[in-house]
């Protein structure tokens, strides 16, 4: 049966065809995608029949009748990678189960065209994310998401598709990967951690000010901003400040959230003791699919946290060991936990969420 069908499947060719019956994938390859977002609509599995040209959205759809029509159930799933703001890679696919093994069915990926089998669902998953990155030459650190989707209704524009498999089922396939947050004792945590930017935008100021003044002399000395330089430290405004974190570290600096890979312990020195005394210390996984979709930017660092260190990547958080993370620390150095390289996070919302943290024994 599952021969038929890919019988059936090999009469398909990928693209989509204009109001003239001309494929707009060979009409312009470069730039087909522009025309795509303007005519698109989901075809039905009989208009794909009739048609013969289809994307991977259509050609899961009829793959999806096809095997309905020989009783056999299937999954359907969409993949995204948000490379950018203005660029996106998609694809979608189709999977069923079979004497307690999974197939991936796959035709309009002709790389991958046919049916594969794996003993697992998450191991099918996986081998197709990692495909999918390759394919695209995604960075390591480029999200990617898998939505397990319903059947969708047929003529939805692509924008429509998007949204409702975006708004589906987020499939959950990455390796924890914590990072720590230090925190006063007895601080109200109800809505979670603030960056200045929330701070300042929600009138926080008392909480804006004791946050913003280690940055000043970094602001008016050693960060070299030509604008601020020579400026004596009181003399900076909150917006000022702002603007400075700005013009250092891109636009997300004031948005910023820090986290460390491990969390600092008290047998790192006097100094650190008496500091954690005073500190609880929060996790997040960096790697939930449901915390990444609410990550706008995360700059990795630099090694020793000099803008003339080595440029430090997701990889080098990976594979760190504990005793390599804290071989640099001093505690006697004036910003003690400035030692510990460190990551910065900017979320939506300029906050991060408390339903995204965990505390964890500072022991």
């Known amino acids: 049966m599952i021969e038929e069908v890919m019988q059936i499947m090999n009469q398909i060719h990928y693209g989509y065809l204009d109001s003239n019956g001309k494929n707009i994938t060979e009409k312009d390859p470069e730039n087909w995608d522009i025309e795509f977002e303007r005519i698109y609509r989901l075809l039905a599995p009989e208009e794909l029949l009739e048609k013969k040209?289809?994307?991977?959205?259509?050609?899961?759809?009829?793959?999806?009748?096809?095997?309905?029509?020989?009783?056999?159930?299937?999954?359907?799933?969409?993949i995204a990678a948000h490379e950018?703001?203005?660029?996106?890679?998609?694809?979608?696919?189709?999977?069923?189960?079979?004497?307690?093994?999974?197939?991936?069915?796959?035709?309009?990926?002709?790389?991958?065209?046919?049916v594969s089998k794996y003993s697992s669902l998450k191991d099918l998953l996986l081998d197709v994310k990692e495909k999918f990155r390759k394919s695209h030459l995604l960075e390591h650190d480029t999200s990617i998401f898998v939505y397990e989707y319903e059947r969708p209704c047929s003529g939805v524009n692509s924008h429509e598709f998007f949204e409702y498999c975006e708004n589906s089922t987020l499939?959950?396939?990455?390796?924890?990967?914590?990072?720590?947050?230090?925190?006063?004792?007895?601080?109200?945590?109800?809505?979670?951690?603030?960056?200045?930017?929330?701070?300042?935008?929600?009138n926080l100021f008392s909480l804006f000010d004791h946050f913003a003044s280690k940055y000043k002399k970094g602001i008016v000395s050693y960060w070299n901003l030509s604008k601020y330089k020579g400026?004596?430290?009181?003399?900076?405004?909150?917006?000022?400040?702002?603007?400075?974190?700005?013009?250092?570290?891109?636009?997300?600096?004031?948005?910023?959230?820090?986290?460390?890979?491990?969390?600092?312990?008290?047998?790192l020195g006097t100094k650190m003791k008496n500091l954690l005394d005073g500190k609880d210390i929060y996790r997040i996984n960096m790697n939930d699919e449901e915390i990444e979709k609410c990550i706008q930017d995360i700059f990795w660092g630099y090694e020793g946290n000099h803008g003339d260190g080595k440029l430090l990547t997701?990889?080098?958080?990976?594979?760190?060991?504990?005793?390599?993370?804290?071989?640099?620390?001093?505690?006697?150095?004036?910003?003690?936990?400035?030692?510990?390289?460190?990551?910065?996070?900017?979320?939506?919302?300029?906050?991060?969420?408390?339903?995204?943290?965990?505390?964890?024994?500072?022991?």
């Not at 189960?97 to 991936?104: A, F, G, I, Q, V």
Request: proline share 3%; hydrophobic share 30%.
């Open 53 to 78: 040209y289809g994307t991977c959205y259509d050609q899961v759809e009829l793959e999806r009748k096809l095997l309905e029509d020989r009783g056999i159930s299937s999954q359907s799933f969409f």
């Open 84 to 114: 950018s703001i203005d660029c996106i890679y998609t694809h979608t696919f189709l999977v069923y189960e079979k004497d307690n093994c999974y197939y991936w069915m796959e035709h309009s990926w002709i790389n991958y065209r046919g």
């Open 171 to 202: 499939v959950k396939l990455n390796e924890p990967l914590y990072f720590y947050h230090v925190v006063d004792k007895g601080v109200d945590l109800s809505k979670g951690l603030f960056s200045l930017k929330y701070m300042y935008e929600h």
């Open 231 to 267: 400026r004596k430290e009181d003399s900076l405004t909150r917006e000022e400040i702002l603007d400075a974190l700005n013009l250092f570290r891109g636009n997300y600096c004031s948005s910023y959230i820090y986290f460390f890979r491990y969390p600092p312990y008290q047998e």
């Open 314 to 363: 997701k990889k080098y958080y990976e594979t760190v060991t504990p005793k390599e993370y804290f071989s640099n620390y001093k505690d006697s150095d004036e910003r003690n936990f400035a030692n510990l390289n460190h990551i910065a996070v900017s979320f939506f919302g300029d906050y991060c969420p408390i339903t995204f943290l965990e505390k964890v024994d500072s022991d």
